[in-house]
């Protein structure tokens, strides 16, 4: 069973651009959730989505950051503009339903200049 | 009330020996209790995971431990393996919204196994 796919893998940008980050979850699975994850630190939940409807999205800064999920399978996580504070790894994970298991993918590590 | 504190940081133990890895929580909501390990470079991965109507899981060499009256978990690795050398996150959450995907993270601890 292919696992959760994200990219690019890795990014590098200047303060103020914007970039983002796609995501495809486990097939079948209907609960997605983006993760922001800061060097040294324990992954932080951005959004969470149930098919293509938001479920969770409290912590997400929504000033700068979008995400959808429009026809209920993949997900992209859209950062503009771009903060120093914004290093990080930005994880996608996904469930079968609203209480399944986890599964994270490898993540896309971000550096903002 | 929203916090997961872990302990230690960082943890070295020799092969063969018990590694030992604490959390605590205040929201007393909060009813799944998972254990994530993460290698270098790839995502958490779920460990085990415990829910507060019982006080001790097992699964083959990792066993978690829960005191619901402290308030406090932990993560108990028989005979560690170096292997087993990765960062290891306890996590927590409850039923809001009617999902339990909310996962609130410790700071993570970082085990080294010593051959």
């Known amino acids: 069973e292919a696992g959760v796919a994200q990219s690019p893998r890795y990014k590098i940008i200047e303060k103020r651009q914007s970039v983002a980050f796609w995501c495809n979850p486990i097939s079948g699975h209907a609960t997605l959730y983006w993760y922001q994850q800061i060097l040294g630190q324990g992954p932080k939940l951005l959004i969470q989505f149930q098919n293509n409807g938001v479920v969770d999205d409290s912590q997400l800064p929504k000033d700068r950051f979008s995400a959808e999920r429009l026809k209920g399978v993949d997900s992209t996580l859209k950062i503009q503009p771009a903060k120093l504070e914004d290093s990080a790894v930005y994880l996608c994970?996904?469930?079968?339903?609203?209480?399944?298991?986890?599964?994270f993918g490898e993540g896309s590590r971000l550096t903002v200049l | 009330q929203q916090q997961v504190k872990q302990s230690p940081q960082s943890l070295i133990v020799q092969k063969g020996g018990i590694s030992i890895i604490n959390c605590a929580y205040e929201?007393?909501?909060?009813?799944?209790f998972p254990w994530y390990q993460q290698f270098p470079g790839k995502g958490p991965a779920l460990l085990i995971a415990?829910?507060?109507?019982?006080s001790e899981k097992k699964e083959g060499r990792f066993t978690i431990s829960f005191n619901k009256s402290a308030k406090q978990f932990s993560l108990h690795i028989m005979d560690s393996q170096p292997g087993d050398s990765a960062t290891y996150f306890c996590a927590a959450s409850f039923n809001y919204g009617g999902s339990q995907g909310n996962l609130i993270f410790g700071k993570g601890t970082k085990l080294s196994v010593k051959p």
């Open positions: 415990i829910r507060p109507d019982v």
């Open positions: 994970a996904s469930s079968l339903g609203l209480f399944g298991e986890l599964f």
């Open positions: 929201n007393t909501a909060f009813d799944y």
